[in-house]
């Protein structure tokens, strides 16, 4: 166990970890679908709702004010956090999923027909399907990097798939599937070599590391307040400044004009160009409040400890007759996927649930990889900061009751 590192202290803070499932006392698992959250921020989602709920960037009148300088401040705060050399190259989104579609959509907007976008067998359904809808209006070729036996990602496959066709490069930075921590940084920079930008999709990464932005050297880097302990709703594009002014509007509407008429309109500088409507005020602002909260623990520290958790439970796992794990790659998240024996990962799963532990079960929005795998679907436990060692000798426990009765 870390030194230093006070898990019952963190677990204080999230009242919900106290809640009984069938009977016993929650153990929740399921943290790489989203994680909990802390009371510092939905304190502030409270006193936001009851002291300065008004609309952003539209008022003269102080709560308008109030709301305007909170969404910002969390702005400089997302900018600080990733290391964006600008607060005009955040924009908030609902999610990782709108992120990429944004992106899709926007950047997408200059691809012609027999263009090149470069995906890995690992992707998240979210970093696939946005780039299939462009497919309905030009001829754009989808090209996919493959896995070897640990979950780790072909490098050498990766750099030959490079034409001067290819437009993107679009992959994730750990797997929510197999844990893998993909080598964002190398890959961006073979891309750049190819003169083809990169997306990183950082949902997974965002809760375990700190994404350093301008030294991974990416183009665009998305992530989902709500898997960093945040409010859901919530999500972050990062793009460079120059390729954000480039493209054009993704949503049209309030917010992101300069001046409207019926015969011409201009669009707003950045950020706003791309946050069309009311967005999600008051979840952006308690957005701040999480990442003091990552910060205030060191993500160092919950990376640690995640790691750890990840290891011990890994070696429990093995010794369960039948037990697969998928992803086994060294540089791994705290994801473990599995399957045991011939049992089904649903039935692993509604089990566990009735000893009050939570994990994920199916194809995890993943569906090629699944394939890949050979597998309909996989039994998926995930750690976060406030998960104990002791959290995982009871899920080891249940496993063991369950196994048996499923063989
Ligand atoms: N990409 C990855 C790797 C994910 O794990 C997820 C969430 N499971 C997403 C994208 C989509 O995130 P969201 O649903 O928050 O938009």
Sequence with gaps: MMAGFDVEKIRKKFP????????????????TATSQTPVSVVDEIDYLYENTKANVHRGVHTLSQEATDRQEHTRRRVQGWINARSFEEIIFTRGTTEAI???????????????????TVMEHHA???????????????????????????????YRSLFTPHTVLASFTHISNVLGTVNPVKEMTEIAHSHGVPVLIDGAQASPHLRPDVQDIGCDFYVF??????????VGVLYGRKEL?????????????????????????????????????????????????????TGIDNIRLHEEELLHYTTEKLLE??????????????????????????????????????????????????????????TVRASFAAYNTFDEADRFIEALKRVAPMLM
């Design 16 to 31: 919900i970890l106290l809640r009984q499932v069938g009977g016993k006392g929650l153990i929740y698992l399921d943290n």
């Design 101 to 119: 579609n944004l992106v899709a959509s926007s950047f997408g907007d200059r691809f012609k027909d027999g263009d090149e976008i470069i995906l």
């Design 127 to 157: 970093n696939i399907v946005p780039w299939q809808l462009l497919q309905r209006h030009k001829n754009i070729k989808l090209r996919v990097v493959d896995i070897n036996d640990r979950g780790e990602l072909d490098l050498e496959q």
């Design 224 to 233: 989902s307040s709500h898997k960093m302990y945040g409010p859901t709703g």
């Design 244 to 296: 954000l002014e480039s493209m054009p509007p993704y949503q049209g509407g309030g917010e992101m004009i300069k001046h409207v008429s019926f015969e011409h309109t201009t669009f707003a500088d950045l950020p706003f160009k791309f946050e069309a409507g009311t967005p999600d005020f008051i979840g952006i602002a308690a957005f701040a409040k999480a990442i003091d909260f990552i910060e205030e």
């Design 320 to 377: 369960i007759p039948g037990i697969k794990i998928y992803g086994t790659a060294p540089d791994k998240a705290a994801v473990i996927s599995f399957n045991i024996g011939e049992a089904h990962n649903y039935d692993v799963g509604f089990l566990l649930d009735k000893m009050g532990v939570a994990v994920r079960t199916g194809h995890h929005c993943a569906q090629p990889l699944m394939e890949r795998l050979g597998v309909p679907g």
